[in-house]
């Protein structure tokens, strides 16, 4: 068996938390992390037994301390990183309780829609920035 077949896919939950004055919430990633140092959309794993929605409620309770309200399926990506391969199941957050901050202590920020193309976000991430720039 070769080891493309070996590796194992990644499903995670991806929040693309979005404001009152249409701006997205996004994080930077920890020096000990995957794609270290780069900005992210909130979100994580997928945990056995949970469906997408679940997860994406918990990992943003867990990583930004807010409580989603409303969400809708927004895109799905697969990508192989090489080390690693993920899918990612892409969710608009446009209801949610709670200001978004860095619980775990990560950098974080609000940018505005035309400013997103400015950060470095994992490869995997460039589909999600280039379609929320032609909405």
């Known amino acids: 068996m070769s080891t493309e077949t070996l590796k194992k896919s990644v499903l995670v939950a991806v929040g693309v938390v979005e404001n009152r004055l249409g701006e ?4 930077r ?7 270290a140092h780069k900005w992210e ?3 994580g794993k997928v945990e056995a037994g949970e469906t997408v929605p679940q997860a994406l409620a918990r990992e943003l309770a867990e990583e930004i301390g807010i409580a989603v309200q409303a ?3 927004f895109m799905r990506i697969e990508h192989d990183y090489g080390d690693k391969r ?3 199941d892409i969710r608009r957050v446009t209801a949610f309780d709670g200001e978004p901050h ?3 202590g990560q950098p974080s920020r609000w940018v505005p829609l035309d400013e997103l193309h400015n950060y470095d976000f994992p490869a995997a991430n460039s589909p ?3 379609k929320l720039q032609q909405m």
Request: one cysteine or more; charged letters at 10%.
């Open 128 to 130: 999600i920035v280039e």
């Open 29 to 35: 990633r920890g020096a000990s992390q995957h794609q």
């Open 71 to 73: 969400c809708q399926p």
């Open 41 to 43: 959309f909130p979100g």
């Open 86 to 88: 993920v899918i990612l």
């Open 24 to 27: 997205i919430f996004i994080c």
């Open 102 to 104: 860095g619980l775990e």
